[in-house]
């Protein structure tokens, strides 16, 4: 049998050595993560929930009106490249909820 080479063991070591560590750091946070507690569980990801979309939308179709437009049309163009879905359906989430 031959032993394994000096490179597949310094990968296999690191491999272990990061495992080690991302296991420390998750297992207890520390008081550097107190921000967690204040994730809504209603809408986790988002930067608006039912407490401030009224605002966000008021803002969109006054003050932001010129800016809401532009986001209009770019969630209206009928020809997009697979790699344009993301940022066109951003958009067009936003129109919608914006004007259903």
């Given at each position: 049998m031959t032993?394994?080479?000096p490179t597949l063991l310094a990968v296999l070591v690191g491999l272990a050595i990061l495992i080690v560590l991302s296991e420390a750091?998750?297992?207890a946070p520390d008081e550097g993560y107190t921000w967690i507690s204040k994730i809504r569980p209603d809408h986790p990801r988002l930067?608006?929930?039912a407490d401030t979309?009224?605002?966000v939308r008021e803002?969109?179709?006054t003050v932001n009106k010129?800016?809401?437009e532009k986001v209009k049309a770019h969630a209206e163009v009928g020809d997009i490249?697979?790699?344009d879905w993301g940022q066109?359906?951003?958009s067009a989430a936003f129109v919608y909820r914006i004007e259903p």
């Open positions: 032993s394994p080479s750091a998750c297992a930067f608006f929930n979309w009224p605002a803002r969109a179709l010129g800016h809401y490249n697979v790699r066109q359906l951003m």
